[in-house]
Every structure is written in C-alpha cells, then in structure tokens.
C-alpha cells in the first residue's frame, strides 16, 4: 500500500522523536517498540490497529501523537464511546466531521440518500481521500453495541482508502475474530527507569527504598503518577506522606487517588467537574454555557490538571476520574430540568442540535432522566415461546411506568395497544413504549393471539424507529415464527423484508442481500418486490456498483402499481433519475425527475431535489427560463418543508439568473440566502452564500457593504478556509482596499493582516 496515510516526509525517526504536543515525552520514550508497529501498520494492508493498554498507561496520548502526523488528504474522525455510545451516535459524528472537512460544493447527490449511514458511504466512495475511523473507550461500550459498532468497522476492511483505530484497555479474542486483518499495540506500564525520571522532573525527591514502593503503588502507570505528583506538590507532601495518607485510608490506591485528587478542587471548578462526570456524553462550549455559565478559563483549568480532555471540540471527563467519582459527585442539575433539555433538542435537527447525539440516545437519556423502565427482551425466543405461565417472580414485580400513563393500567387490553398506535402515528415512540410494557405487564391475561402478536409488531415497528435495532430484530424473529407457523405467507414476506432491513442498518450486508434475493424469488407482491429493490439498489450504490444500482432501481419502477405508496414511487424515480444524470443520460434524467414532479408529492424532499436538478440541466442547457421556474418551485417545497439548504441552494440560483438591472431583487434574494446558509449550519453554504451577497455589493459599487461580508466571512472562519477559498477572499479584500485606498481601508478594518 505504501506510506500513503501519512505525511510524506514523515519517517520512524521523526515520528518518535518529534513530539506532536498530545504526548508525554515519557509516554513517547516508553513504547519505542509499539511506534514501531503503528509506523509499520500505516504502510501495511491491515485496515484495523488496536491500541490496548491498562487505565492511565498513555493509549489516547499515542493514539493521538499517531494522528499528528496523517497526510492533508487523510480525514480523521475521532469518537470517544461512553456506556451510553450506540452506532447511530457514531455515525452522526462522524458524518458530521466528514461534512466540515469534506464541504462538498455540489450536495444534490448527498441530500439524495436517505441514512446517515449510507451518506457516510457516499462520501467515502466519491471523494479522492483517505479517512482514518478513532474509537476511544472502546470499553465502556455496552456490550450489546460493540459488535455492532465493530460490524461497521469491518464493513471498511476491503476498502484500501479506510482505517480504524480502536482504543480500549483490554483484548477480547471473542469480539476480535483472528480471521480480521488487524495489527494489536500494547501501551505498557512506564519502566522503572522512565518513571523515576518522571518522578524528580517533578521536583520530587525520593530515595531507593522509597522508589520501589511508589513504583509498586502505582504500577507504573503514568495517569497514576501524574496524580500522585500534583497530589503531593499541591499538599506539600513527601512521597512518605502520601503512601502514610493512603495506607490509613482503608481505599483501594485507585479510590484512594481519585478521591484524594477530586479535594483539590472547590468551588466553581468543583461544579463544572461534577456536571462532566453526572453526563453521559461530551460536552461542547455551547452547552456549557447554556447548563451552568461556567468560563472558559474553569475548563482550562480542568483540562490542565487532567480532570478533562478535548476531542473534536467536545470535552469529556477523565475515565479513570469518572470511574471513582461518579456515584459521589453532586449532581449540578435536576434531572426534570435534563429531561426537559433533552426533549427540546430531540425537537430539532442534527445539525441544529447542541450536542452531536442521535435520536435514539435523546430519547435513552429522557427515558432515563424520567426513570421510565421499559421491558426489554431477555429471553430467546424458544424460552419465550415455552413460557405458557407467569413465573412468580414476573407477576409479582410492580411495573414502573410514568405517572401520566396511570389512567391506561386499568383499561381493556385492547384499547391500550390503540392508543399506543394513535402515540405512534404521532411519533411519541416513548410513550409508545410505556403503554405496550403496560400490555406486556398484563400479557398473561391475553387470550387472542392476534392482539398478543399485534402488540409484538407495533414493539418491533417502534423499536425500530428508535434504531435499537436488537430489540426490533428480537420481535421481528417472533413474528417470524409466528406466521410462518400459521401458514400466513404474506406476513412471513413482510416480517422478513423489515428484517432484511435490519441486516442492512447494522452492517450485515451479506445476510440482507442474501433475504432479498430469496424474497423477491419466492414474493409475488408488488409493494414488496419494490422496496427489495430499492433496498439493493441502495446497497448496490453504497459499494459504488451504479450500473447494478440502476438495475435494481430500473427493476423496482417496472413492478410501481395502483397500490404502490406514493412516497415509495418518489423515491424510486428520483434515485433512477440521479444515477441516469451522472451517467449522462439526460433523457432519462428529464423523464424521471419530471415523473417525480408529476406525482407532486410536496412532504418529500425528492420533489423539491427533483426540480433542483432539472433546473440544473436546464440551466446546462441554456433553458433559463424554464431553469427559474424550477428553481422557484423547489424553494417553495423547500419553505413548506423549512429546508434551509434547499432554499439558500435554488435562491443562489434565481440570483444568476435575474437580470443584473434587477439590483434591489438580487440584493434582497441574496440577503435571504445567506440567513437561510446560516440556520443550515453547512460550511460550503455559508461561505458560498457570504461571498455572493460581498460579490453583488461590489458589482453595485456598494464598496463598504461588500467589505463588512468579506471581513465578517475572514473573522470567523479564516482558520477553517481551504487554501482556495481563503486565496479568494484575501483577493476580494485587497482589491477594496486598493479601490477605497489603504487609509481609508484601514480605519474601518484596523485588524486586517
């Protein structure tokens, strides 16, 4: 594969010599050897590299130093997992990273797809890149999540362009199958030597015998030494002192430290550490702010002292610190007032949101914040089928649900699964959930299989929506089981195609293609031989085959009937049309996007994309006026579906197109495309948007409201720009200052370089 990752000029001397600013240069000089793996990993073909080591021995430190040094064409996309960390979080930060780094200039295709997941696919598939995949704490995963999680790494492995790194303390040979490509590092405990050294550069003095005896303390590891240090030069102790201190403690050393180190801080610092260790995800400046008002200069204290880190402008509390100090710490905020924050950014998207979590984990966390209990599956299926009577235990446990559903315990059966679906179709999948636990509590006195079955689908359907997708697969193989068993074929397809789908969304591709092709040999439905193919068209397309994408597509359209849903159909034709545009095969592309305008499905974003693109290739074409009608029609869509980058996108549009002697209309199209950029929240949009409206200024000789867009777009975002872009701008801005003249520039940009 050779050095392709990497920085070209870096080589082994230079990778271990040269600290990068992450590392200790203890650390550093301690794991020699495992740098010499990780170089050597970069030019192998194996895509996975696993960092293990013990709590505290420098495995983020050397993880990081690794990162240091990739290649400017190599992305880096980093995740620090948590017990709560599920796939669906990964994904969104990593699509998240990608979009920032990547600022596509053309997002039609990307807006196009429909998951996170199949986006990230994209972009991997199209951009001439390289991408590195960090997980860290890798073990604080639970343990259901971490063979799904490592599906999706493995999903990469034959793709030469992708590496993962995978963090964790310990080597599960169970959830590492030897049949993997992977090269295994292990960060070791500092020598006796190094950590002698480290000891007297912190101004410690210590004497052989003493030596020994802290060496064996701490085992070694630098985190423990680390504390222990500032733990004494803070206290004015001795190293005797200390090991006096902890040994009349009656604390494990581990407690002993965390605890110890946890007294150091009062105060404000004290409140704000504690809010990072009663959180179950990162946190970024925003949200701080918005929980507790703390400054920056309490995170800067924290983050020198080790009490947090920072990775991808998010912080994190220390793992060994949370490890001991959770259960003790105060909690800053009521769990009410959580729960209520997390609802109102479950209200928004992705991108809007204050922190980078998925759905699914929002609704965990008001869920958990609620204490609502749900029942999930713990049995197999055979077990579960065996089990005709309550056991005593299950009967006689009080189930815990929240107070609002109290009024539903005592109602018919039958009108409780009602008003679960009525709570669905409202996409109130929580309450969803509290109402069919309340079935389930009372399952026993069900006697028609028919509601006791109805109930199982609308847990695997909600399941689903809430992307746990064990438990839907769980309820789905019932069904399975179920249908089959009674002869209804029909069912049986259904319930196998939505497991299909479940094989999709957690990487087992394979076993998904493998049900789809049995499906659509034995089906004879027409809503179910579509959605097969769409479902392989988009598997095709995410393995970057196009023509056998267009096929299944092409296959999927021919069998569209009277029944056939009318979003299904949109979708179809739109997907058909995009790939016939990239294939060059206009003609095609105008029918098809056309056939989706024609339905005038006006909730769906592929009509408003439709339009886009044939305006595109209208426009290509010469065809202005017909490309405005386009354009205007998908801001329209776009307004009623409040999409921001779709209507900032088409206004870019109308602007080329309306007449330069338009001034007042282009200025005013131009204003409102730059809000609608910003509320987006995409890079390229904002960028794109702000030079457009500086540009049109400065065509209007509007010299000063074309200089505060440019210097506003070079204050924010200077630090950000590609080379390109940042050339572009500094162009625009010296020739105002040519045109204004270099006195007057200056007194309204005195700051500028």
Same mark, same amino acid.
């Given at each position: 594969?050779?050095?392709t990752?990497?920085?070209?000029?870096?080589?082994?001397?230079?990778?271990?010599?040269? !600290?990068?600013?992450?590392?200790?240069?203890?650390?550093?000089k301690?794991n020699?050897s !495992?740098?010499?793996?990780?170089?050597?990993?970069?030019?192998?073909?194996?895509?996975?590299?696993?960092?293990?080591?013990?709590?505290?021995?420098?495995?983020?430190q050397?993880a990081?130093?690794?990162?240091?040094?990739?290649?400017?064409?190599?992305i880096?996309c980093?995740?620090?997992?948590?017990?709560?960390?599920?796939?669906?979080?990964?994904?969104?930060?990593?699509?998240?990273?990608?979009?920032?780094?990547?600022?596509?200039?053309?997002?039609?295709?990307?807006?196009?797809?429909?998951?996170?997941?199949?986006?990230?696919?994209y972009?991997?598939?199209?951009?001439?890149?390289r991408?590195?995949?960090?997980f860290?704490?890798?073990?604080?995963?639970?343990?259901?999540?971490?063979?799904?999680?490592?599906?999706?790494?493995?999903?990469?492995?034959?793709?030469?362009?992708?590496?993962?790194?995978?963090?964790?303390?310990?080597?599960?040979?169970?959830?590492?199958?030897?049949?993997?490509?992977y090269?295994?590092?292990m960060?070791?405990?500092?020598?006796?030597?190094?950590?002698?050294?480290?000891?007297?550069?912190?101004?410690?003095?210590?004497?052989?015998?003493?030596?020994?005896?802290?060496?064996?303390?701490?085992?070694?590891?630098?985190?423990?030494?680390?504390?222990?240090?500032?733990?004494?030069?803070?206290?004015?102790?001795?190293?005797?002192?200390?090991?006096?201190?902890?040994?009349?403690?009656?604390?494990?050393?581990?407690?002993?430290?965390?605890?110890?180190?946890?007294?150091?801080?009062?105060?404000?610092?004290?409140?704000?550490?504690?809010?990072?260790?009663?959180?179950?995800?990162?946190?970024?400046?925003?949200l701080?702010?918005?929980?507790?008002?703390?400054?920056?200069?309490?995170?800067?204290?924290?983050?020198?002292?080790?009490y947090?880190?920072?990775?991808?402008?998010?912080?994190?509390?220390?793992?060994?610190?949370?490890?001991?100090?959770?259960?003790?710490?105060?909690?800053?905020?009521?769990?009410?007032r959580?729960?209520?924050?997390?609802?109102k950014?479950?209200?928004?998207?992705?991108?809007?949101?204050?922190?980078?979590?998925?759905?699914?984990?929002?609704?965990?966390?008001?869920?958990?914040?609620?204490?609502?209990?749900?029942?999930?599956?713990?049995?197999?299926?055979?077990?579960?089928?065996e089990?005709?009577?309550?056991?005593?235990?299950?009967s006689?446990?009080?189930?815990?649900?929240?107070?609002?559903?109290?009024?539903?315990?005592?109602?018919p059966?039958?009108?409780?699964?009602?008003?679960?679906t009525?709570?669905?179709?409202n996409?109130?999948?929580?309450?969803?959930?509290?109402?069919?636990?309340?079935?389930?509590?009372?399952?026993?006195e069900?006697?028609?299989?028919?509601?006791?079955?109805?109930?199982y689908?609308m847990?695997?359907?909600?399941? =689903?929506?809430?992307?746990?997708w064990?438990y839907?697969?769980?309820?789905?193989?019932?069904?399975?089981?179920?249908?089959?068993?009674?002869?209804?074929?029909?069912?049986?397809?259904?319930?196998?195609?939505?497991i299909?789908?479940?094989?999709?969304?957690?990487?087992?591709?394979?076993?998904?293609?493998?049900?789809?092709?049995?499906?659509?040999?034995?089906?004879?439905?027409?809503?179910?031989?579509?959605?097969c193919?769409?479902?392989l068209?988009n598997?095709?397309?995410?393995?970057?085959?196009?023509?056998?994408?267009?096929?299944?597509?092409?296959?999927g359209?021919?069998?569209?009937d009277?029944?056939?849903?009318?979003?299904?159909?949109?979708?179809?034709?739109?997907?058909?049309?995009?790939?016939?545009?990239?294939?060059?095969?206009?003609?095609?592309?105008?029918?098809?996007?056309?056939r989706?305008?024609e339905?005038?499905?006006?909730? =769906?974003?592929?009509?408003?994309?439709?339009?886009?693109?044939?305006?595109?290739?209208?426009?290509?074409?010469?065809?202005?006026?017909?490309?405005?009608?386009?354009?205007?029609?998908?801001?329209?869509?776009?307004s009623?579906?409040?999409n921001?980058?779709g209507?900032?996108?088409?206004?870019?549009?109308?602007?080329?197109?309306?007449?330069?002697?338009?001034?007042?209309?282009?200025?005013?199209?131009?204003?409102?495309?730059?809000?609608?950029?910003l509320?987006?929240?995409?890079?390229?949009?904002?960028?794109?948007?702000?030079?457009?409206?500086g540009?049109?200024?400065?065509?209007?000789?509007?010299?000063?409201?074309?200089?505060?867009?440019?210097?506003?777009?070079?204050?924010?975002?200077?630090?950000?720009?590609?080379?390109?872009?940042?050339?572009?701008?500094?162009?625009?801005?010296?020739?105002?200052?040519?045109?204004?003249?270099?006195?007057?520039?200056?007194?309204?940009?005195p700051?500028?370089?």
């Amino acid at each position: 594969m050779g050095n392709t990752f990497l920085t070209a000029t870096a080589n082994f001397e230079d990778f271990f010599k040269i !600290s990068s600013g992450e590392i200790s240069p203890y650390v550093l000089k301690n794991n020699e050897s !495992s740098l010499k793996k990780i170089f050597a990993f970069f030019q192998c073909d194996n895509n996975i590299l696993l960092i293990n080591g013990f709590t505290g021995t420098g495995k983020k430190q050397i993880a990081e130093h690794i990162l240091s040094y990739m290649d400017k064409d190599t992305i880096v996309c980093r995740f620090v997992c948590s017990t709560s960390s599920r796939l669906d979080d990964i994904e969104l930060s990593f699509y998240k990273t990608l979009q920032k780094k990547t600022a596509l200039k053309d997002t039609t295709e990307l807006d196009a797809i429909n998951t996170i997941k199949d986006k990230i696919d994209y972009l991997i598939a199209k951009l001439p890149l390289r991408f590195v995949f960090a997980f860290y704490n890798f073990d604080d995963l639970q343990n259901e999540n971490k063979t799904e999680i490592l599906n999706y790494t493995y999903s990469f492995t034959d793709n030469p362009n992708v590496k993962s790194i995978i963090v964790s303390r310990i080597f599960d040979t169970e959830i590492f199958p030897i049949e993997q490509k992977y090269t295994r590092v292990m960060i070791k405990a500092l020598s006796k030597e190094i950590f002698e050294s480290c000891i007297k550069d912190c101004g410690i003095k210590i004497s052989a015998s003493m030596l020994e005896q802290f060496y064996r303390l701490t085992r070694g590891y630098f985190f423990s030494t680390c504390l222990s240090c500032k733990i004494m030069i803070n206290r004015e102790l001795t190293v005797n002192d200390f090991i006096i201190q902890y040994s009349n403690s009656s604390l494990k050393f581990d407690e002993f430290l965390a605890k110890t180190y946890y007294t150091l801080i009062v105060g404000t610092t004290k409140s704000a550490f504690n809010l990072f260790l009663k959180l179950h995800h990162g946190l970024n400046l925003k949200l701080i702010q918005h929980l507790g008002s703390y400054p920056e200069i309490v995170l800067k204290t924290l983050s020198d002292n080790f009490y947090i880190f920072k990775k991808n402008d998010l912080y994190y509390a220390s793992g060994f610190l949370k490890q001991h100090l959770e259960q003790i710490a105060k909690d800053e905020i009521s769990k009410e007032r959580l729960a209520t924050y997390y609802e109102k950014q479950l209200e928004l998207s992705p991108t809007e949101r204050d922190i980078t979590i998925s759905r699914a984990s929002l609704s965990h966390e008001i869920a958990f914040y609620k204490n609502i209990q749900i029942e999930e599956p713990q049995k197999t299926i055979e077990e579960h089928e065996e089990a005709e009577k309550p056991k005593e235990e299950v009967s006689s446990e009080p189930i815990k649900v929240d107070t609002k559903i109290n009024e539903y315990l005592n109602l018919p059966i039958i009108d409780i699964l009602k008003e679960s679906t009525e709570t669905f179709c409202n996409y109130d999948y929580l309450k969803t959930l509290e109402l069919l636990s309340v079935i389930l509590s009372r399952k026993y006195e069900i006697k028609d299989n028919t509601i006791l079955y109805a109930t199982y689908n609308m847990l695997a359907k909600t399941y =689903s929506k809430l992307t746990k997708w064990k438990y839907a697969l769980y309820y789905y193989e019932i069904l399975e089981k179920y249908y089959t068993n009674i002869g209804n074929k029909d069912s049986v397809n259904i319930v196998k195609f939505e497991i299909a789908n479940i094989y999709y969304q957690t990487y087992r591709t394979f076993d998904a293609i493998k049900l789809l092709r049995e499906l659509l040999a034995v089906t004879k439905d027409n809503q179910i031989i579509v959605n097969c193919n769409i479902l392989l068209g988009n598997i095709s397309l995410s393995a970057s085959h196009k023509d056998l994408a267009i096929k299944y597509y092409k296959d999927g359209i021919d069998n569209i009937d009277a029944n056939t849903e009318k979003s299904t159909a949109v979708e179809l034709f739109f997907k058909f049309a995009i790939l016939s545009d990239e294939n060059n095969d206009i003609n095609n592309a105008v029918e098809y996007y056309q056939r989706v305008i024609e339905i005038n499905d006006t909730e =769906s974003k592929y009509t408003a994309l439709a339009n886009s693109n044939l305006g595109d290739l209208f426009l290509d074409n010469e065809l202005f006026d017909e490309a405005k009608d386009c354009f205007k029609k998908a801001y329209e869509i776009d307004s009623t579906n409040n999409n921001d980058y779709g209507m900032y996108y088409s206004l870019s549009k109308i602007i080329e197109l309306t007449s330069r002697q338009e001034k007042d209309k282009r200025l005013t199209y131009a204003k409102e495309a730059k809000e609608h950029a910003l509320k987006s929240n995409d890079y390229h949009a904002i960028v794109d948007a702000t030079l457009k409206l500086g540009d049109l200024y400065y065509d209007y000789s509007q010299a000063e409201n074309a200089l505060n867009e440019y210097i506003e777009l070079y204050r924010a975002d200077k630090n950000k720009f590609s080379e390109y872009n940042l050339n572009k701008l500094t162009s625009r801005l010296d020739d105002i200052k040519a045109r204004l003249g270099k006195d007057t520039f200056e007194k309204l940009i005195p700051d500028y370089e």
